[in-house]
């Protein structure tokens, strides 16, 4: 095979045939994929996230689907406790309400709850990373060093907190796991705006008179899309575990709405006599948090695909996301 060449016009009206520039690192640069082939090969590499996809959109759907598909009320039992059967597959908790229908009204509230909190974690987090990074200084001292006070303490203990003010029910919980991992969020964030803020494109829209929150917007925001991606997914699991832990410790969503938490939590006293009332939450919770963290994996190396793919810019390292956590403690991250 021949090499590339680069044509350039000549002197007399001809055309020059130089050869292609070599590449800096001095090794030739593979053919550029098509966009829809390069996602093939990207899915063919990843088996493993594709499967924790398909966990994730099978609980998707059952949360979407539970009022359908749920056998059963999950308020209404008969007060007798009783084995796994072909007319209750997870068998009846001490209530006499069917397991299995509030497995699947349970993954409401969860799913629902850790997506919305997550979501707003990675604004509230973002934004403080934004100005912190951006601006530098005294503001960076500022928010940095608060959120260091939010992070010294455990993430249960902080979370118990906010609900001890704001008492038991979605709205705590909710803002419990916004407080706890907004922090960690803006600590990981302000890593990747820390060397964006010195680049020259901020530079040049400085120059062309752009305001702080403007240029954080249009130049910094976009180049921070694959760390949200990879942190928000991340995120969202010990987000699960959070909300979970809280509904085992008694201040999670407050009967009779199924929270998983207070499925295992209830069924505790019961583990010998009815142990099914303790396995399904459980598993029903670790399928869902292995599923994400699958989806975790393969999005980050999805995103680093995505920025050597690019070769135009500098890739931005994922090394420091934090993948620390929800429960029980708090992650590290690049300070």
């Known amino acids: 095979m021949g090499a590339d060449v680069t044509v350039k016009p000549g002197s007399d009206g001809g055309r020059a045939v130089l050869p292609a520039p070599i590449p800096q690192d001095g090794r030739p640069r593979p053919a550029r994929q098509s966009g829809l082939s390069w996602w093939l090969v990207q899915a063919r590499a990843q088996p493993l996230a594709a499967f924790g996809l398909a966990i994730l959109v099978i609980w998707l759907l059952i949360a979407i689907l539970a009022p359908v598909i749920a056998p059963y009320s999950y308020k209404q039992g008969d007060y007798m406790i009783a084995a796994p059967s072909l007319q209750h597959p997870f068998g009846k908790d001490n209530f006499g309400r069917d397991v299995l229908s509030r497995v699947l009204y349970g993954s409401q509230s969860v799913i629902f709850l850790a997506a919305v909190a997550t979501l707003a974690s990675l604004i509230c987090g973002t934004t403080i990373a934004l100005f912190a990074g951006y601006y530098g200084g005294i503001v960076d001292e500022v928010l940095m060093r608060c959120a260091d006070a939010a992070m010294a303490l455990p993430a249960i203990l902080l979370a118990l907190l906010i609900l001890a003010m704001t008492g038991p029910g979605n709205l705590g919980l909710f803002l419990s796991t916004v407080i706890v991992f907004s922090p960690l969020v803006a600590r990981v964030v302000r890593s990747a705006v820390l060397p964006l803020a010195g680049r020259e494109f901020i530079a040049a829209a400085k120059l062309r008179?752009?305001?702080?929150?403007?240029?954080?917007?249009?130049?910094?925001?976009?180049?921070?899309?694959?760390?949200?991606?990879?942190?928000?997914?991340?995120?969202?699991?010990?987000?699960?575990?959070?909300?979970?832990?809280?509904?085992?410790?008694?201040?999670?969503?407050?009967?009779?709405?199924?929270?998983?938490?207070?499925?295992?939590?209830?069924?505790?006293?019961?583990?010998?006599?009815?142990?099914?009332?303790?396995i399904f939450p459980a598993l029903a919770i670790s399928s869902l948090v292995i599923g994400i963290n699958l989806v975790s994996d393969g999005v980050k190396q999805l995103v680093t695909a995505l920025e050597q793919r690019r070769g135009d810019r500098a890739p931005i390292s994922l090394d420091a996301i934090s993948v620390g956590g929800a429960g029980l403690g708090v992650g590290e991250s690049a300070s």
């Not at 910094?220 to 997914?233: D, I, Q, Y």
């Open 209 to 278: 008179g752009e305001h702080g929150p403007a240029i954080m917007l249009r130049e910094l925001v976009p180049n921070l899309l694959g760390v949200l991606a990879v942190e928000g997914s991340i995120r969202v699991g010990y987000a699960i575990f959070l909300i979970a832990s809280l509904g085992f410790l008694g201040v999670g969503v407050p009967p009779p709405t199924p929270d998983w938490g207070v499925m295992v939590s209830d069924g505790q006293q019961y583990a010998l006599q009815a142990p099914w009332m303790v």
